[in-house]
């Protein structure tokens, strides 16, 4: 390849990179999602191994946030139902310890 060739294929590439430029800047932001909200029935967190960490549940009769500790036993439980809310907490075990109401 000679000089001549390199310099063409050096030009090419720079008008290319001016064109994709161009296209970016003058072009609007697509946007790919319409909402802020990530809107599903059930979320769950985890931990680098896996573990539960957090988990968000919609159920046909409470709503409930439980927290997990370190080895993905329940540890904290907030939940709500038609009668009200409650706060439940977890032994070591992860069986029920305290609950209100």
Not at 68 to 89: E, F
Request: charged fraction near 25%.
């Amino acid at each position: 390849m000679d000089y001549k060739q390199k310099l063409g294929y050096m030009v090419l590439g720079a008008a290319m990179t001016l064109v994709g430029v161009a296209v970016s800047v003058f072009s609007p932001p697509s946007n790919a999602h319409d909402s802020e909200y990530i809107v599903c029935k059930g979320l769950t967190v985890v931990d680098n191994k896996g573990n539960d960490a957090i988990r968000l549940i919609v159920g046909e009769r409470r709503n409930f946030i439980v927290i997990y500790d370190k080895t993905g036993k329940k540890a904290v439980g907030l939940h709500t139902d038609g009668t009200g809310n409650g706060v439940v907490v977890f032994d070591k075990m992860g069986d029920i310890k305290w609950e209100n109401p």
